[in-house]
DNA sequence: AAGTGGCGTGAAGGATCCGTGAAGACGCGG
DNA sequence: CCGCGTCTTCACGGATCCTTCACGCCACTT
């Protein structure tokens, strides 16, 4: 998780940025209010941290420059109690409002919050089709023809990293220390009993392979193309 | 726009409600935790004010429940200015938390910062249907073919956690940590049995699954479709 | 043309995991 | 203090899955 920290005393965003890694955020902090614009659009941040009290430009100002490209987060952070900054950051879309001196735990649990109201952004892999073949990632579902396959877990995981690998040769080793962990690499039996089971149960022959082809004294290769979703 | 709120304290209630109505919200009002559940699962509102310091139910045990069946904004209002009470509630999945006495402006402010990123979110329905089974997520009450089931709190918190996922694989480990707590995560036996009497009771079988399916080595799984209410 | 290594198939032993039944441990209220 | 419901734990039979071996087959080398 991004975290982008705009405000113009150094020490707090010194405070700020060890405070965030160490909870395991990936922290950017900038001194302006224009540097911050723009890192909120380089950088792309899943949420945004933002001082008022800023040298160059307003704070209102900055959260709807930002408003105009981005739907990520703000919270904003200042030392004025008065209500009507308050209501005018909102108003420009800030999501929270933090008057400092704040406590971090608090700051945390309402960064929290906000990460979590934004959550179903998850870019994840609708699901994969190849003709009447469906791989749904998320769900862990496969599907042929619309029944249900049962895959044991090894099945599963060589099959997850050959088609999100697709078109890509894969060594044997490569497989092997993805699939079974990093002691292996040699055991090319298990590669060649899995792949087989995997291409019954899909219904591809090692013959005429249409989903998994084999390259002779290096790896595997998933040759079928992802469609386009409906 | 519909504005629900909970608070035990009368005038507090009729104050909100004028204050809400005069800017033109919808206001339903109720004075415990649990008429503030059925109240979030019945009306469907878009917003929700809750007092923490309710004679029945903790706070966080409403926004908990609630947070089962619907992902309606939470603004929690508190007299409690301690910190671990402020994460607590936002941990719980609160968006925002607002201390009493406050400012109307403010409260007006951040009840249309909660409104707007909220968006449009379909309305999930507090109760699900599948065959013959009832769940109603709200008034934590499961019935089959119309008799009232007697689950425990475990029972029932792993057969929400399940229905709230339909489809998806849930791993022995997600679902410890997510039922049991943060500390577990290898008792797989606490699965199996709970797993068995919520077959037991829900009338399914592990041999011929209609309702939990095993996943071997990985998880369990909900295959049953909730059906369109009448 | 014979040899060799890699691959695909089939099958089997053994380890692991699951479902089942039941009993002890714990907290709560009468 | 005792009974009750709930949670935790154990043991065992059976199913599932992982691992391993043996045997043809083919392509390529020698």
Redesign the interface.
């Known amino acids: 998780m991004k975290v982008l920290v705009v405000d113009d005393e150094p020490q707090i965003r010194r405070a700020l940025r060890t405070s965030l890694e160490a909870h395991g955020y990936e922290v950017a902090a900038v001194g302006t209010g224009e540097e911050g614009v723009l890192a909120a659009a380089d950088h792309q941040p899943d949420l945004m941290l933002l001082d008022l009290g800023l040298p160059d430009i307003d704070g209102t100002e900055v959260i709807a420059r930002v408003r105009a490209f981005s739907?990520v987060?703000v919270i904003v952070l200042s030392v004025r109690e008065n209500?009507?900054d308050?209501?005018a950051a909102?108003?420009a879309?800030?999501?929270?409002?933090v008057t400092k001196p704040f406590?971090m735990?608090?700051l945390?649990?309402?960064l929290?919050?906000a990460l979590?109201?934004?959550g179903p952004d998850e870019p994840t892999q609708p699901t994969l089709t190849f003709g009447d073949l469906e791989v749904d990632l998320?769900?862990?579902?496969v599907t042929r023809s619309g029944e249900p396959l049962h895959l044991?877990?090894t099945e599963h995981q060589l099959l997850e990293v050959l088609v999100t690998h697709q078109g890509k040769l894969l060594t044997h080793q490569w497989l092997l220390r993805r699939v079974w962990g990093q002691g292996y690499g040699t055991e090319t039996t298990y590669l060649r009993t899995y792949i087989r089971t995997l291409r019954k149960k899909l219904g591809d022959e090692a013959a005429a392979p249409a989903l998994i082809v084999t390259e002779p004294g290096v790896g595997y290769r998933w040759i079928a193309e992802a469609e386009a979703e409906a």
């Open positions: 739907e987060p209500q009507s308050k209501v909102l108003d879309g800030a999501d929270d409002y406590a735990e608090e945390l649990a309402r929290r919050a979590r109201r934004s998320a769900r862990r579902l044991t877990p």
